[in-house]
């Protein structure tokens, strides 16, 4: 059964994906850590696999950049292949001196001015939770493993390059020092929208690609091929019982709607030609741990 946008059948996909935003990075990880991968969908390029992690089957998909993107992807999954849990595995720019280049955010909450949630369900509030039983085994996991996490809101952007504006506080000063957004990325407000509308599970880590407070930011290839090592350590849903999970999902609903508080808020850093970025090796960095535990 395939859908206009997924060329799998039913079954094709494990219980729990894993979600990249770019497919070849999917492909990446499904080529570097899986076993016995097979590709599963490829329709416009958006490349899906299926393979074992230590025997136990997990899957991992591009989705795009954007909040309409993951939202038609993930949407799919949950609603049309029986998917259960699905984890971003994505990079963010920081907002604050806290987050530097490197470390992992795990998302408690995605602020955005998006309508997406609105439009597809009619939900008014500016921010969508995760799972908390995924972040709770993220959490666990990363303790286990030593890797420190950064927690908090994110915010969730629909806009990539803004205007630059002369205006004080910046939005992005506002989103941080109002809403205690960590930092910026594109996807995981519809993404938690969409688990929570139809009863599923979804978490974020993110690994801080750019620093715009020391200037640093890592190249294209580096977010391609590097960037998710520490987030796939930290994947410990594969033993995760959807019906434990489902117990959540239920708390989450009563928390997920609150009042929008954003206004006139436009996303994401504007562009800065003048601005010098330095590219970074990950290698370099002992933050960086290159091999995915899922336990």
Request: aromatic share 8%; hydrophobic share 40%.
């Amino acid at each position: 059964m395939s859908t206009p946008h997924i060329s799998a059948e039913m079954g094709d996909f494990a219980k729990t994906v894993l979600m990249p935003g770019d497919p070849l990075r999917a492909k990446f990880i499904a080529d570097t850590f899986l076993q016995d991968v097979r590709q599963v969908t490829g329709v416009r390029g958006m490349l899906g696999f299926t393979g074992t992690y230590e025997g136990r089957p997990i899957s991992v998909m591009g989705s795009g950049m954007g909040m309409p993107s993951i939202g038609i992807y993930s949407y799919e999954l949950f609603n049309f292949y029986g998917v259960e849990n699905i984890v971003r595995i994505g990079s963010a720019g920081s907002y604050t001196e806290k987050a530097k280049l490197f470390d992992t955010v795990l998302a408690t909450g995605a602020v955005s001015e998006s309508n997406y949630a609105r439009v597809q369900s009619g939900f008014t509030g500016n921010i969508t939770l995760p799972s908390a039983a995924l972040n709770e085994k993220l959490r666990a996991s990363a303790a286990k493993q030593g890797i420190p996490l950064i927690e908090g809101n994110i915010h969730s952007s629909d806009v990539f390059y803004r205007q630059p504006s002369d205006a004080k506080p910046t939005y992005w000063e506002k989103l941080r020092d109002e809403d205690g957004c960590l930092c910026v990325e594109m996807e995981s407000f519809a993404l938690f929208a969409n688990a929570q509308v139809l009863g599923k599970n979804a978490a974020c880590l993110l690994t801080i690609s750019d620093n715009p407070f020391t200037g640093e930011a890592v190249s294209a290839q580096v977010r391609q091929n590097a960037l998710q090592c520490v987030s796939l350590r930290l994947i410990t849903i594969a033993r995760i019982s959807p019906k434990k999970l489902h117990k959540n999902v239920a708390n989450t609903a009563q928390t997920m709607v609150q009042p929008n508080t954003l206004q006139n808020v436009l996303p994401i850093f504007p562009p800065s030609p003048s601005t010098d970025l330095k590219f970074a090796n990950p290698t370099q960095s002992n933050k960086v741990r290159c091999l995915p535990i899922v336990e």
